[in-house]
């Protein structure tokens, strides 16, 4: 959470394209934040791009393109994980994926492990916890700013619903 990754995406995406290459860009149809099928930055950049859900079969729907780039990667299947790796490796297109390694409960999402077992390169994006350390995990919070610790996996939110923590503060706080 707020470590910079739909504003990553955003700038590769834009580096593609003003070396006259197609992207093709998609996030997850779950994520209405700022609207169905939008990428948005805090920082105020946004796009319209492709969803994804359940449903989706990216080898079905790859469009020749230089790159794919996928926010909200943790919302894929893990079939759909296979199907991205397999666009990389036998069309030879880039994917690119941005998402969360776990919930607020630690636990990882089915979608965030396959991508950490079948990625060839994986980069984190650092955030920092309050207490100043390197931000890794996700906490949870009510509208008091109260830690929920049980729950769905999936509830959609930002800054009101979720908090950045360090490993330390997310066992401790």
């Known amino acids: 959470m707020n470590a910079g990754k739909s504003t990553s995406l955003l700038q590769v995406a834009h580096n593609y394209e003003e070396q006259g290459q ?19 930055s805090r920082l105020g950049p946004q796009r319209q ?23 909200e990667a943790q919302f894929l299947t893990t079939a759909q994980v296979q199907q991205l790796h397999q666009l990389a490796q036998v069309r030879g297109v880039p994917v690119i994926c941005y998402g969360l390694r776990s919930d607020f409960r630690g636990e990882p999402f089915p979608g965030s492990a396959y991508l950490l077992a079948l990625a060839d390169d994986i980069e984190e ?19 008091e700013g109260r830690r929920i610790r049980e729950g ?12 950045q923590a360090c490993g330390r503060c997310f066992y401790t706080g």
């Open 125 to 143: 994006i650092k955030n920092i916890c309050t207490c100043g350390k390197k931000a890794t995990m996700n906490i949870r919070v009510d509208t």
């Open 49 to 71: 791009t492709a969803v994804f859900d359940r449903n989706t079969d990216f080898l079905a729907s790859a469009p020749e393109v230089s790159c794919v780039l996928v926010d």
């Open 152 to 163: 769905e996996q999936v509830s959609i939110g930002g800054n009101e619903s979720y908090r």
């Open 22 to 40: 197609k992207v093709q860009l998609y996030t997850a149809a779950i994520d209405d934040r700022y609207g169905v099928g939008k990428i948005t």
